[in-house]
């Protein structure tokens, strides 16, 4: 959606990710000035999709885009609202599959409903509005909620190697020798 939006060209986002760009428009746009449907909500599972939320929100730059007579590319003077659009529904899509989890992980017994844990990792981790979302939604449901530091949040390498260090820590599944391991870079 930021590429859609030609964010790197937006002024106050020239020089952040797409996911932090729409993270900071969605600061000060109206939410409400656009209504994207929720992805899946005639599946009763746990399941994440964002194709149909992204199709949705291409077509409704495009109209946009006619309406103000732009040539994609250019920056909408909507911007703003439709960065907070998109990322409530993301917001509110991730926190409904979350809660059906957590529902389906007590329900079959995989989760104790005492001294359950949400841990949010990765990219989603490091924006604040869905972080926040799901910490009110562990909160309500008497879960304890994990989530390491937004600066740790947006790269995989330290995001692995922070894994590495916790298993290193507990002696689970590491390696002591390399011997008979075969790696080829791409």
């Known amino acids: 959606v930021a590429r859609r939006l030609s964010l790197s060209k937006h002024p106050e986002c ?9 993270e900071h428009l969605a600061q000060t746009g109206n939410r409400q ?3 994207f449907r929720l992805p899946l909500q005639h599946y009763r599972n746990c399941d994440f999709s964002f194709s149909g939320l992204q199709n949705l929100v291409n077509k409704a730059i495009i109209q946009k885009e006619k309406e103000e007579g ?35 992980c007590i329900k079959n017994s995989i989760l104790s409903s005492k001294n359950a844990t949400l841990v949010v990792s990765g990219g989603v981790a490091s924006n604040q509005y869905i972080r926040k979302g799901l910490q009110t939604l562990a909160d309500a449901n008497d879960f304890a909620f994990l989530c390491p530091p937004p600066r740790l949040c947006t790269d995989n390498g330290v995001m692995i190697a922070w894994n590495g260090i916790e298993r290193l820590r507990a002696g689970l599944g590491v390696l002591h020798s390399t011997d008979g391991i075969r790696y080829e870079p791409k």
Do not use: N, P, W
């Open 70 to 104: 732009i040539q994609e590319g250019e920056i909408l003077s909507c911007v703003k609202d439709i960065a907070a659009a998109v990322q409530h529904a993301v917001a509110v899509h991730v926190i409904q599959r979350t809660y059906r989890a957590m529902l389906f």
């Open 14 to 22: 020239h020089s952040m990710a797409g996911g932090k760009a729409i």
């Open 33 to 35: 000035q656009h209504t």
